[in-house]
């Protein structure tokens, strides 16, 4: 993840400050240019790094849309 981070630092204007883990996700303490908006911002972050999740731990993607039905 620390590398994903490092390649989305060089292609776009994101610092990433601090990168921490809970047991189910992920916490990123960023900072960037005022030209971007923070939508904008969360939207590479998560798209970047959920693909390469995803083609690294192809159990995730089917664990999170493939598997069980949540519990109500």
Not at 52 to 69: C, M, Q, S, Y
């Amino acid at each position: 993840m620390v590398n994903v981070c490092i390649e989305i630092s060089e292609r776009y204007e994101i610092n990433f400050l601090e990168i921490g883990n809970d047991e189910d996700h992920v916490h990123f303490l960023v900072q960037s240019v005022p030209k971007m908006t923070v939508t904008r911002m969360v939207q590479i972050i998560k798209s970047i790094t959920a693909r390469e999740v995803f083609a690294k731990h192809p159990e995730v993607k089917k664990h999170l849309w493939g598997g069980t039905p949540p519990l109500s």
